[in-house]
């Protein structure tokens, strides 16, 4: 019986558009796990150049690999230059909907 090659999954390899990008932190801000976010960010960050996102954050290309790190607790506040840097934007919806709806009246 031959063996299964297999290799990690990268999601950063999937994220090549804009939008893939967002609706990729958007699930991960709908899952409500900082820790979860903080690992999205870091993969848009890395399938957008982490080097790059770094310098456009103001931010040292290795405190960001550690701020986005699974073990990583990133500050809001290198939250929002990151999310910035990507290009992307944080919204707020009510609970209970999914962003960009509006739940029915009856």
Do not use: C
């Not at 290799?7 to 899952?31: F, G, H, I, R, S």
């Not at 944080?90 to 709806?101: D, K, Y």
Request: net charge negative.
């Amino acid at each position: 019986m031959s063996k299964t090659i297999t290799k990690p999954w990268d999601p950063a390899e999937y994220l090549n558009t804009q939008e893939d990008m967002a609706a990729y932190l958007e699930a991960a801000l709908e899952a409500g796990d900082p820790a979860l976010v903080a690992a999205a960010l870091g993969d848009i960050a890395k399938a957008k150049g982490m080097s790059q996102i770094a310098r456009d954050a103001g931010l040292g290309r290795e405190s960001l690999y550690k701020a986005l790190a699974p073990s990583g607790n990133p500050e809001f506040a290198t939250v929002m230059k990151v999310v910035s840097a990507l290009g992307l934007q944080l919204h707020a919806s009510p609970a209970g909907t999914r962003a960009g709806t509006l739940p029915h009246s009856a």
